[in-house]
């Protein structure tokens, strides 16, 4: 393309629109910190108000003339992990500072550095240099390239787009307790490392595969070991971060993601969190998402472009499956698909060898004790475990994680961090009398599981706690097990009732009183344990698009929904009333074991059943 007057005015004009856009946008002081402190998740001011009543907040950073904060917080919702998160503070709030002080919160203002005279300076310098560099580069481009004014306005290309990793350094050893994923797994690195074999009996490769299960299972961790194995490129990018401001950025993304893809090939394209940008399209409350369907469409587009053959393979993850346009579930897409599940009893023995390795515990610890108190503990769980332990270990100087720490850790990812045991009051005692309710009813139901301590020390929100030994399988639980887990849950406030009348109950249930709700409910609507009959009349999470429980009903007559009610109500009465049986006929034995858990605070569940021995029988449990 030949310089020309016509071709300057061409250029200039959004060239000028862009600079004015750039300047506005990315390099004013007053974003610019805050930019830097990439914290994505996002927290309201209210919740950060009771984040720090709860004392879950460690930090805080203020910028922008105090209009944002980024606080590193942990907290149950947090996954117990210290997070940052971004909040939008209120035009004045004198109050929070204060409030910070007392509670001797770590506290930084980054005041706006650069003052607006620099920044004028700066940008009276830097608006016409930028304008005149970037025309200086467009015409040299247009004159190697054919492209269009398009080519100028990929806004995608200047920022940095997706990971590369050249060498993840991950191999199937570090990957443990999902061994059928990684099977699945151990082909994909043959098709990569020797495609021949494949190509030359007319097999097509695969091109994409799917990873379905909760987080943390080691999704991740699997697609990096396969290209370690294989040694390959590493490519990765996460669905959330398609979520942009402009429409046909994500698209853009996509479309370059796949091109460094095809020049490094083989290689491997990992997308983290698809169903951000795969959801079914269409459909969701309050219309689609114009952005999200072209970035999807542009990545159908790219899967469909490439041949088979030619070395990327796909890896996609998610947690939702359900939630996926079926168009990238067609053959020749994300054709097929690996679940990775929350790992049993060998997988969680095996993962916590994985991390053992490399850290010093003492040899009485059996990682097997550890994988039988940890059920539902993911792979990123036990990890965070033995890291806390170890934390806890350094903490007091000690030189061997033992037992000890990792009891200590288990309980803090289970149910948050400790707090301090309140001092003698009539509400410590409430509180005793409501927690050796439900150890005591836990222990004399056959079906229930065993105590494993009761303590009033505060984790989390809980102001007391009642520990049950978990057991294993928990896929196949029968009606019995149902209702002992309803009387279970129901000892708490029973024993208030008891003790301290109908009108002096708490609040303190009202979890409890939430769990039993849905246990009973399922009761009847999921798992046919009612007079109603064997009738799935509910799913569990029928439609993700709506709240839970919305959206599900309509499924039966009025008729039936009267009579699911009734069940409920039923079903949580007669529990209720052998609950309270349990409470009074035990009176005594209640009495003498919260005398002894306000003196210790924390019983163990071998010292209690030891106590109650001495006044009754406890059934064996089945
Ligand atoms: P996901 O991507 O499924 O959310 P990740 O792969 O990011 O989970 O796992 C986070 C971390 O948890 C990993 O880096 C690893 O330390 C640990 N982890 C998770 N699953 C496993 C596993 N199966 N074997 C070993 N470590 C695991
Ligand atoms: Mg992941
Ligand atoms: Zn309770």
């Not at 222990?443 to 105590?451: F, G, P, R």
């Not at 019983?603 to 106590?611: H, L, P, S, V, Y």
Request: with cysteine.
């Amino acid at each position: 393309m030949k310089f020309s007057w016509k071709n300057l005015l061409l250029w200039s004009l959004p060239i000028l629109v862009i600079s004015f856009f750039i300047w506005q946008g990315f390099f004013a002081p007053t974003t610019n910190e805050t930019n830097n402190n990439i914290a994505n998740s996002r927290m309201t001011y209210g919740r950060f108000l009771e984040y720090l009543d709860m004392g879950w907040v460690k930090k805080v950073d203020i910028y922008d003339n105090g209009h944002t904060a980024i606080i590193e917080a942990i907290g149950p919702e947090l996954g117990n992990r210290v997070q940052k998160i971004r909040v939008e503070l209120p035009a004045s709030a004198p109050e929070l500072i204060t409030k910070l002080k007392k509670n001797n919160i770590d506290l930084d203002a980054h005041p706006t550095k650069n003052n607006t005279a620099i920044w004028n300076l700066v940008g009276n310098i830097f608006f016409p240099l930028l304008l005149i560099t970037s025309l200086a580069f467009l015409f040299r481009r247009s004159n190697s390239t054919t492209g269009g004014p398009g080519q100028a306005m990929s806004f995608g290309k200047s920022k940095a787009l997706f990971q590369i990793e050249a060498k993840t350094g991950i191999v199937f050893d570090d990957v443990a307790g999902i061994d059928e994923a990684k099977e699945e797994f151990e082909e994909i690195v043959t098709f990569l490392k020797k495609p021949e074999y494949f190509t030359a009996v007319g097999a097509k490769i695969p091109k994409g595969v799917l990873l379905i299960g909760p987080p943390g299972t080691g999704k991740t961790l699997l697609a990096k070991a396969i290209a370690g194995e294989a040694n390959v490129p590493f490519f990765s990018i996460s669905g959330s971060e398609f979520v942009e401001m402009f429409v046909g950025v994500g698209a853009s993304r996509v479309r370059d993601l796949f091109k460094k893809a095809k020049e490094n090939a083989p290689c491997i394209v990992f997308i983290d969190e698809i169903d951000a940008v795969g959801r079914q399209r269409g459909t969701g409350i309050g219309g689609g998402n114009d952005e999200r369907e072209q970035t999807l469409n542009q990545l159908l587009t790219e899967m469909d472009g490439f041949e088979g053959n030619t070395g990327i393979i796909v890896i996609a993850a998610t947690n939702r499956a359900d939630i996926l346009d079926s168009a990238l579930l067609r053959p020749g897409r994300f054709d097929r698909q690996v679940n990775v599940d929350i790992p049993d009893f060998k997988g969680r023995l095996a993962i916590l060898s994985v991390h053992a390795k490399n850290k010093k515990i003492n040899p009485n610890v059996s990682l097997s004790i550890i994988a039988r108190r940890t059920p539902g503990f993911s792979g990123a769980d036990l990890a965070n475990l033995l890291n806390e332990a170890a934390i806890l270990t350094a903490r007091q100087r000690k030189t061997e994680i033992t037992l000890q720490e990792i009891d200590k850790a288990i309980d803090r990812i289970i149910a948050g961090m400790e707090g301090t045991a309140l001092i003698d009051s009539k509400s410590k005692r409430l509180i005793a009398y409501h927690e050796i309710g439900h150890a005591i009813v836990g222990t004399l139901l056959k079906d229930h599981e065993n105590v494993q301590k009761v303590t009033l020390i505060p984790r989390g929100q809980a102001r007391g706690l009642t520990w049950f030994t978990p057991s294993e399988d928990q896929s196949l639980i029968s009606r019995s097990q149902i209702k002992a887990r309803i009387m279970g849950a129901l000892g708490g406030r029973a024993a208030e009732e008891i003790v301290f009348g109908d009108s002096e109950i708490t609040t303190g249930a009202s979890n409890d009183l939430q769990q039993v709700t849905s246990m009973a409910r399922q009761m009847v609507t999921r798992f046919g344990m009612s007079n109603i009959g064997p009738l799935s009349l509910e799913n569990a999470d029928s439609n993700p698009f709506l709240g839970r429980g919305m959206g599900s009903s309509g499924e039966y007559s009025d008729e039936i929904a009267i009579k699911i009610d009734k069940q409920i109500q039923d079903i949580v009465q007669e529990c209720h009333k052998k609950t309270i049986e349990i409470i009074k006929n035990n009176r005594v034995i209640i009495d003498k074991l919260v005398d002894i858990l306000i003196e210790k605070e924390t019983i163990d569940g071998q010292e209690f059943r030891n106590i109650i021995k001495q006044y009754t029988n406890i059934p064996q449990k089945s």
